[in-house]
């Protein structure tokens, strides 16, 4: 019998909708579920900007006031902070089932949504990225690490623009 995987997203009191756009955009790109959201500044800014794929249209975008609220037993909480004692993201094992909460574009994770995570990981930057980047770095590593024997010509003819028609010579 095999488990399937979950992906949950969390954004704690997210500010900018360009970004909240490129999550959903990242969340279809690497198979997330669902995008959760909190706080009250998303709400007051803009609709989709960034989502260019329209992902809203196949994920659910949430909003409420937990983001770990209503999860399968399962699921594990994965925070994703620049935090004293947090795992680096390379030397991390992702659950199968998990539900991966970042923090504000301009702030942190409260200490008491920390306190109640499974694991707090950071990718290792100089400096900080933006949330978009740092969410599509997590869920490129999730599936950097979880994938088994794939047709690689087959992923790149489905999932490449329709214009583009690159060769890699001597590849073929």
Same mark, same amino acid.
């Given at each position: 019998m095999t488990t399937e995987?979950?992906?949950? $997203?969390?954004?704690?009191?997210?500010k900018n909708p360009t970004n909240v756009g490129a999550v959903l955009r990242?969340?279809?790109c690497?198979?997330?579920?669902? @995008?959760?959201?909190?706080?009250?500044r998303y709400n007051r800014a803009a609709k989709f900007q960034t989502d260019t794929k329209d992902a809203h249209e196949?994920?659910?975008?949430?909003e409420m006031e937990d983001l770990t609220?209503?999860?399968? =037993?399962? @699921?594990?909480i994965v925070c994703v902070e620049l935090a004293l004692g947090a795992v680096p993201l390379p030397h991390f094992t992702h659950p199968e089932k998990a539900i991966y909460v970042?923090?504000?574009? %301009? /702030?942190?994770?409260?200490?008491? @949504?920390v306190d109640t995570a499974?694991?707090?990981?950071?990718?290792?930057?100089? /400096?900080?990225?933006n949330l978009a980047a740092t969410v599509n770095v997590v869920l490129y590593d999730r599936m950097a690490k979880s994938m088994g024997n794939i047709d690689h010509h087959q992923q790149v003819l =489905?999932?490449? %623009?329709?214009?583009?028609?690159? $060769?890699?010579?001597?590849? @073929?």
């Open positions: 995987s979950t992906a949950i $997203i969390g954004l704690h009191n997210p990242a969340a279809g690497y198979n997330a579920s669902q @995008v959760r959201y909190n706080g009250t196949r994920i659910g975008l949430v609220s209503a999860l399968a =037993e399962d @699921v594990e970042f923090g504000p574009e %301009d /702030g942190s994770l409260p200490q008491e @949504v499974h694991h707090v990981v950071y990718v290792p930057t100089t /400096g900080c990225m =489905e999932n490449r %623009d329709n214009k583009n028609r690159l $060769i890699v010579k001597d590849s @073929v």
